[in-house]
Each structure stands twice: as structure tokens, then as C-alpha cells.
């Protein structure tokens, strides 16, 4: 790497002094090469997988891979939303939080068909980005973006969430 970057160091000095020298095309030129070695370099995009269900096979999509950082449990949800297992979903619970989806009628049961019917509508997970987390009393907060696509090519919709954890690592609350 320390040879390619001496190189691509004489390079952009040789395209920066050449544009001094002849403004024009060579200025931009030199514009362009820095725009993509600072976005290289940086990791400033991104650019999401598509997952062979969105291009019509009966496949789900690349496998999650939580980062060492993340939770447990918002890891186990997200897995959970992604292949369609309700148990996943329902275990990275709290137990108030559990208790409180059941008083309003929701359940292990009603989890399964609603993910059942997203993915029956062609919604899937693309793409999942761990963003980082911040510490609260009593817990932590997780930060996420999801890339989801619907069913037509090209529908991708990138929905931020905010998980709220107890001080056991279980999830009390979504965003």
C-alpha cells in the first residue's frame, strides 16, 4: 500500500501542477481524482448489496453479520426481522417490554404472520449499518440505518432505528 500511495501522491501532485499550468480540463481532472481518493479514502459511500430476492430468486438476501460492538440483542432482532423468525424477535425482548406487547395483543403468534405477510409483500433487508450506541442511565442506546426494499426494483427505503436497552442488555424500547 505504501508503494500505491506514493504513487497516487505523484500522481495527483503531477495532475495539480499541470492544472496550474493549463486551468481547464486538467483542473478538472485534478477535482475529480481528489473527489475520488477522498471518498475512497474516507469510506464516505456506501453502496448496498443487492440481495438476490430483490432480483427475483426465492433467496432472502446476504446473511446479517452483526459487528463485535452491537448487542445481543438488537443483533438477534434485526436477524429476526431479516429471515422471518418471530422467536428471534420475541427473545431479544425485555421482560417489560414483552409483558407490555402482550397486554395490547400482541404475541409470539401475531409476530409470525406479520412478518409472514412483509415478506409475502416482497419487503426484505438489504443492507444493515451498526451506526454506534450512547450510554443512559439505567441502559444504553443503539443507533441504526436499514436499507429495506420493496417489491419493485429500485424501492429501497432507508429507515433509521433507535433501540433502547436495559441495563441487561434487553430491548425496552424501538424508535
Not at 471518498?39 to 430476492?53: E, G, K, Q
Not at 397486554?103 to 404472520?113: M, S
Amino acid at each position: 500500500m505504501d508503494l500505491f500511495g506514493r504513487v497516487l501522491r505523484r500522481a495527483v501532485f503531477r495532475l495539480a501542477r499541470g492544472a496550474v499550468r493549463r486551468r481547464g480540463l486538467l483542473a478538472a481532472t485534478f477535482v475529480i481524482v481528489a473527489a475520488v481518493i477522498a471518498i475512497s479514502t474516507l469510506n464516505l459511500v456506501s453502496i448496498p448489496l443487492l440481495s438476490s430476492h430483490a432480483r427475483g430468486s426465492g433467496d432472502t438476501g446476504p446473511a446479517y453479520q452483526a459487528s463485535e460492538s452491537e448487542p445481543n440483542a438488537t443483533s438477534s432482532y434485526i436477524r429476526g426481522l431479516q429471515t422471518g423468525d418471530a422467536r428471534l424477535v420475541w427473545d431479544a425482548y425485555s421482560d417489560r417490554a414483552a409483558r407490555d406487547l402482550q397486554q395490547r395483543g400482541v404475541n409470539i403468534d401475531a409476530t409470525q404472520r406479520q412478518l409472514d405477510q412483509s415478506r409475502q409483500n416482497g419487503n426484505i433487508i438489504q443492507q444493515v449499518q451498526y451506526v454506534g450506541n450512547y450510554p443512559i442511565p439505567n441502559g444504553s442506546m443503539h443507533f441504526y440505518v436499514i436499507a429495506r426494499a420493496g417489491r419493485s426494483r429500485g424501492d429501497v427505503a432507508y429507515v433509521p432505528y433507535v433501540f433502547t436497552l436495559d441495563s441487561a442488555g434487553k430491548i425496552e424500547r424501538i424508535d
